[in-house]
Protein backbone atom coordinates (compact mmCIF):
# COMPACT_ATOMS: atom_id res chain seq x y z
CA UNK A 1 0.00 0.00 0.00
CA UNK A 2 1.26 3.48 -0.56
CA UNK A 3 -0.38 6.34 1.46
CA UNK A 4 0.30 10.19 0.72
CA UNK A 5 -0.43 12.49 3.82
CA UNK A 6 -1.23 15.62 3.25
CA UNK A 7 -2.35 18.15 6.41
CA UNK A 8 -4.85 20.49 4.59
CA UNK A 9 -6.76 23.67 5.40
CA UNK A 10 -9.45 21.69 3.16
CA UNK A 11 -10.19 18.91 0.61
CA UNK A 12 -13.28 19.38 -1.96
CA UNK A 13 -14.28 16.77 -4.50
CA UNK A 14 -17.20 16.35 -7.28
CA UNK A 15 -17.79 12.77 -8.49
CA UNK A 16 -17.34 13.01 -12.18
CA UNK A 17 -17.75 9.87 -14.30
CA UNK A 18 -17.72 6.14 -13.58
CA UNK A 19 -13.96 5.41 -13.85
CA UNK A 20 -14.54 1.40 -13.00
CA UNK A 21 -17.92 -0.60 -15.09
CA UNK A 22 -19.06 -1.01 -11.08
CA UNK A 23 -18.15 1.88 -8.94
CA UNK A 24 -19.15 1.94 -5.29
CA UNK A 25 -22.63 2.53 -5.07
CA UNK A 26 -23.41 6.24 -3.91
CA UNK A 27 -26.17 8.35 -2.51
CA UNK A 28 -26.30 12.15 -4.48
CA UNK A 29 -25.20 13.52 -1.14
CA UNK A 30 -21.98 11.37 -1.56
CA UNK A 31 -21.70 12.83 -5.36
CA UNK A 32 -19.51 16.38 -3.53
CA UNK A 33 -17.87 16.61 -0.61
CA UNK A 34 -15.70 18.92 1.84
CA UNK A 35 -14.28 18.21 5.19
CA UNK A 36 -11.69 21.60 6.55
CA UNK A 37 -8.90 21.45 8.90
CA UNK A 38 -7.98 18.16 7.45
CA UNK A 39 -5.38 15.37 6.96
CA UNK A 40 -5.96 13.73 3.97
CA UNK A 41 -5.02 10.07 3.31
CA UNK A 42 -4.11 9.37 -0.34
CA UNK A 43 -4.17 5.91 -0.68
CA UNK A 44 -3.33 3.26 -3.28
CA UNK A 45 -4.08 -0.24 -2.27
CA UNK A 46 -1.55 -2.33 -3.91
CA UNK A 47 -1.56 -6.20 -5.14
CA UNK A 48 0.90 -7.57 -2.53
CA UNK A 49 -1.77 -6.06 0.29
CA UNK A 50 -3.98 -8.97 -1.36
CA UNK A 51 -2.03 -11.76 0.98
CA UNK A 52 -3.36 -10.02 4.25
CA UNK A 53 -5.61 -7.17 3.63
CA UNK A 54 -6.85 -6.91 7.74
CA UNK A 55 -2.70 -6.72 8.12
CA UNK A 56 -2.26 -3.94 6.04
CA UNK A 57 -5.72 -2.37 7.18
CA UNK A 58 -4.28 -2.35 11.01
CA UNK A 59 -0.70 -1.13 9.77
CA UNK A 60 -2.31 1.95 7.58
CA UNK A 61 -4.44 2.64 11.12
CA UNK A 62 -1.27 3.03 12.64
CA UNK A 63 0.33 5.38 10.52
CA UNK A 64 -2.33 7.69 9.81
CA UNK A 65 -3.02 8.21 13.90
CA UNK A 66 0.68 8.39 14.42
CA UNK A 67 1.09 11.50 11.74
CA UNK A 68 -2.81 12.94 12.87
CA UNK A 69 -1.23 12.85 16.68
CA UNK A 70 1.86 14.51 15.21
CA UNK A 71 0.19 17.25 13.22
CA UNK A 72 -2.58 17.45 15.81
CA UNK A 73 -5.58 16.61 12.97
CA UNK A 74 -9.22 15.28 14.52
CA UNK A 75 -10.79 15.21 11.05
CA UNK A 76 -8.90 12.82 9.19
CA UNK A 77 -10.37 11.92 4.92
CA UNK A 78 -9.89 8.37 3.24
CA UNK A 79 -8.95 9.08 -0.33
CA UNK A 80 -9.12 6.19 -2.89
CA UNK A 81 -6.49 7.42 -5.03
CA UNK A 82 -5.02 4.80 -8.30
CA UNK A 83 -1.87 6.82 -9.34
CA UNK A 84 0.83 6.28 -6.43
CA UNK A 85 1.59 2.40 -7.65
CA UNK A 86 1.87 0.48 -11.22
CA UNK A 87 0.80 -2.41 -9.08
CA UNK A 88 -2.68 -2.10 -8.16
CA UNK A 89 -4.92 -4.39 -6.18
CA UNK A 90 -8.47 -5.20 -7.32
CA UNK A 91 -11.09 -3.26 -7.22
CA UNK A 92 -13.07 -5.40 -4.37
CA UNK A 93 -10.15 -5.82 -2.35
CA UNK A 94 -9.04 -2.34 -2.70
CA UNK A 95 -12.81 -1.05 -1.59
CA UNK A 96 -12.96 -3.36 1.62
CA UNK A 97 -10.09 -2.82 3.02
CA UNK A 98 -10.47 1.54 2.66
CA UNK A 99 -14.14 0.89 3.50
CA UNK A 100 -12.06 -0.57 6.93
CA UNK A 101 -9.95 1.70 7.05
CA UNK A 102 -12.56 4.06 7.60
CA UNK A 103 -14.02 2.30 9.90
CA UNK A 104 -11.43 1.38 12.53
CA UNK A 105 -10.51 5.17 12.48
CA UNK A 106 -14.08 6.43 13.15
CA UNK A 107 -13.33 3.43 16.10
CA UNK A 108 -10.87 5.15 17.24
CA UNK A 109 -12.84 8.83 17.69
CA UNK A 110 -11.85 10.82 15.30
CA UNK A 111 -14.54 12.46 12.48
CA UNK A 112 -13.42 10.61 9.30
CA UNK A 113 -14.65 11.10 5.70
CA UNK A 114 -13.93 9.07 2.12
CA UNK A 115 -14.74 9.92 -0.66
CA UNK A 116 -16.17 7.51 -3.39
CA UNK A 117 -14.58 4.40 -5.24
CA UNK A 118 -13.96 4.43 -8.78
CA UNK A 119 -15.22 6.99 -10.00
CA UNK A 120 -13.08 9.96 -11.45
CA UNK A 121 -13.14 13.28 -9.53
CA UNK A 122 -12.41 16.73 -9.45
CA UNK A 123 -11.17 18.13 -6.23
CA UNK A 124 -9.11 20.50 -4.58
CA UNK A 125 -6.89 20.50 -1.91
CA UNK A 126 -4.69 23.44 0.27
CA UNK A 127 -1.45 22.07 1.50
CA UNK A 128 -1.11 23.93 4.93
CA UNK A 129 2.95 23.61 3.67
CA UNK A 130 4.77 22.91 7.37
CA UNK A 131 7.43 20.68 7.73
CA UNK A 132 5.04 18.01 8.73
CA UNK A 133 2.13 18.61 5.91
CA UNK A 134 3.68 16.25 3.47
CA UNK A 135 4.37 12.73 4.10
CA UNK A 136 4.17 8.98 2.08
CA UNK A 137 4.43 6.11 3.93
CA UNK A 138 4.90 2.33 2.19
CA UNK A 139 2.94 -0.06 4.12
CA UNK A 140 3.76 -4.16 3.23
CA UNK A 141 2.46 -7.14 4.76
CA UNK A 142 4.87 -9.18 6.77
CA UNK A 143 6.68 -11.53 4.58
N1 LIG B 1 -6.13 -0.49 -5.92
C1 LIG B 1 -6.82 0.65 -5.80
N2 LIG B 1 -6.51 1.51 -4.80
C2 LIG B 1 -7.19 2.67 -4.68
N3 LIG B 1 -8.21 3.05 -5.49
C3 LIG B 1 -8.55 2.22 -6.50
C4 LIG B 1 -7.88 0.99 -6.69
N4 LIG B 1 -8.42 0.36 -7.77
C5 LIG B 1 -9.41 1.17 -8.20
N5 LIG B 1 -9.50 2.28 -7.45
C6 LIG B 1 -10.55 3.29 -7.59
O1 LIG B 1 -11.12 3.14 -8.92
C7 LIG B 1 -10.80 4.26 -9.72
C8 LIG B 1 -10.33 3.77 -11.07
O2 LIG B 1 -9.27 2.91 -10.84
S1 LIG B 1 -8.19 2.74 -11.93
O3 LIG B 1 -7.32 1.71 -11.50
O4 LIG B 1 -7.60 4.02 -12.13
N6 LIG B 1 -8.96 2.22 -13.22
C9 LIG B 1 -9.37 3.03 -14.22
O5 LIG B 1 -9.24 4.23 -14.19
C10 LIG B 1 -10.07 2.38 -15.41
N7 LIG B 1 -10.92 3.35 -16.04
C11 LIG B 1 -9.01 1.92 -16.40
O6 LIG B 1 -8.22 1.09 -15.75
C12 LIG B 1 -9.73 5.02 -8.97
O7 LIG B 1 -9.83 6.42 -9.25
C13 LIG B 1 -10.11 4.71 -7.53
O8 LIG B 1 -11.23 5.49 -7.13
Known sequence: MRVLLIHSDYIEYEVKDKALKNPELISDEMKKGRMDEVLVAFISVEKVDEK????????????????????????????PFAHLSSELAKP??????????????????YNVGRAPFGYYKA?????????????????VPEA
Open 52 to 79: NPNEIVDKAVEEIVNVAKQVKAENLFVY
Open 92 to 109: SVALEVLKKIEEKLKEKG
Open 123 to 139: FKISCKGHPLAELSRTI
